[in-house]
């Protein structure tokens, strides 16, 4: 089974613009989360989808948003970069509803600010 | 924000060693899990344990986990150089959705020959 393939892997973009990060989840998989990492924050969880509907978000501006397609894959953007956005962005995806736990991880893309 | 400390933040270690990685965390769980982070990459699963298990095994890792003190530690016995990576821990909420994981500060570890 193919695992988490996140589009593209790295990116350079200068402030003020907008990007569009793509996630396609491991086959069957119906949710999928997005993670942002930096030095300085770590690991921070940005937002999940499951069957097109955000259900749960993080304490990101609005600037970050994203959204699911019917088959399951997802896409996250951000607009009006700013330089502290440079990250490493990580998208998980897991199987089913309510009581699969454990996460699948793509190889992130890493997102740089000038 | 991130709910978890990990302790040591980095730890150096001879091939054949075992490495303890303790983790912190503030608020009830419905399950821990330990991610392994290479060089910048995707993390990987490594073991989950529910708030009901005490400990649990898998190959050459052990986690335990003490609610009432709200930590766990994560044992790898006899470390290899691949075993060289970023160790994170992270939570599930008690309440909420399973899929949120609100993770630790990580724990570098360097396995030497």
């Known amino acids: 089974k193919a695992g988490v393939t996140q589009t593209p892997r790295y990116l350079i973009k200068t402030r003020g613009q907008q990007v569009t990060l793509s996630c396609s989840p491991i086959?069957?998989?119906?949710?999928v989360s997005w993670y942002q990492q930096t030095p300085g924050q770590g690991l921070q969880f940005l937002f999940e989808y499951f069957s097109e509907t955000q259900r749960n978000k993080g304490n990101f501006p609005g600037r970050f948003s994203g959204r699911q397609f019917s088959n399951s894959r997802s896409e996250m953007n951000v607009s009006t970069l700013e330089l502290g956005d440079s990250a490493l962005y990580l998208c998980a995806s897991s199987s089913s509803a309510a009581w699969s736990y454990e996460q699948y991880f793509g190889p992130g893309t890493r997102l740089t600010v000038t | 924000s991130q709910q978890g400390e990990e302790d040591p933040q980095a730890l150096s270690i001879q091939e054949g060693e075992n490495a303890t990685m303790n983790c912190s965390y503030k608020?009830?769980?419905?399950?821990l899990q330990w991610y392994r982070q290479n060089s910048g990459r995707g993390l990987v699963h490594l073991i989950l344990?529910?708030?009901?298990?005490r400990e649990k095994h898998s190959g050459r890792l052990r986690v335990t986990l003490d609610t009432s003190k709200k930590s766990s530690s994560l044992l790898i016995t006899a470390s290899r150089a691949a075993d060289t990576a970023s160790y994170f821990c992270?939570?599930?909420?008690?309440?909420?959705?399973?899929?949120?994981?609100?993770f630790g500060t990580g724990t570098r570890l360097q396995v030497t020959l």
């Open positions: 344990i529910r708030s009901n298990e």
């Open positions: 992270a939570t599930v909420a008690a309440t909420g959705t399973a899929s949120k994981l609100t």
């Open positions: 086959s069957g998989h119906r949710s």
């Open positions: 608020t009830s769980i419905n399950n």
